[in-house]
């Protein structure tokens, strides 16, 4: 007997259906354009657009297209139309915005390695081209992340086969010179093996690093020296760390990461 009932409900609603979208024949719609719509039918509108099918389909067409009797009915309103086409076309751009910022943010994390600390429950994000180990002669930043709190740090190190006992780092990039020198002899570490040395600092960046850190990844040329107690080394960045950089400041700030204070 449910069957039954059921079966019946279902050929009533496919009736009411076929009713709802079987155009109303022989009526034709004049539009301001100049279009005519045959065989017209409206089966839907808000307060910009009405849904019409017709002969030739179906479509979505402005309210201000529609004779004045078809606006007066449905309440078509020129100021709160305008209001409510300016509120999808902000909707619209936000939407966009919002897409290139992700997709953006998808391509730079890419090129990203993120590792866990448990103990500490901090999330590392470091470029896939940052080395390793301490035995090599670079410059790059990474990110720390715990719960909502972001920041960035900046580790330089040096390897040679002589000490050098470096104390501060000077840079020219571009025309312009800069320094961190705000470290002393007892910030760097040291180590050694087999005739090697390799000499490396790893610090939260500041408003001075920040400044030089984006500088240099914008930069045609950047040249960093390496400053000891007695001798110096200079050496240019390269294009990957530069490109390292960048893509990690980038991947910070889409994070929500500000620069410091």
Do not use: C
């Not at 900046?154 to 002589?162: E, G, Q």
């Not at 104390?167 to 040291?190: A, G, M, N, P, Y």
Request: glycine share 4%; net charge negative.
């Amino acid at each position: 007997m449910n069957i039954i009932r059921y079966t019946i409900r279902l050929i009533l609603l496919f009736a009411f259906a076929q009713i709802l979208m079987t155009p109303t024949f022989g009526v034709d719609l004049e539009l301001a354009d100049g279009r005519t719509l045959k065989d017209y039918k409206v089966i839907n509108h808000n307060a910009v657009n009405a849904m019409i099918i017709h002969e030739g389909g179906a479509d979505t067409i402005p309210l201000e297209l529609l004779p004045d009797d078809l606006k007066e009915k449905y309440g078509y309103n020129k100021k709160e139309a305008a209001k409510k086409i300016n509120e999808i076309r902000i909707e619209d751009q936000n939407r966009g915005i919002e897409k290139r910022r992700q997709d953006i943010y998808d391509t730079v994390t890419r090129l990203l390695i993120k590792s866990h600390d448990e103990i500490k429950e901090i999330d590392w994000y470091k470029s896939k081209f940052a080395p390793d180990t301490n035995k090599s002669k670079s410059i790059h930043t990474y990110i720390g992340k715990k719960g909502n709190r972001l920041w960035l740090r900046l580790k330089m190190s040096y390897y040679a086969d002589d000490w050098l006992f470096i104390d501060s780092v000077d840079f020219k990039i571009d025309d312009e010179h800069f320094s961190i020198r705000e470290s002393t002899l007892q910030d760097w570490e040291r180590d050694n093996s087999g005739g090697a040395i390799w000499e490396w600092i790893d610090k939260p960046v500041d408003q001075n690093n920040w400044k030089i850190l984006n500088k240099i990844a914008d930069s045609e040329t950047a040249v960093m020296r390496y400053n000891g107690d007695q001798y110096r080394s200079d050496r240019e960045i390269s294009e990957i760390e530069k490109l390292s950089i960048k893509n990690v400041i980038l991947a910070y700030t889409l994070m929500g990461g500000k620069p410091p204070e």
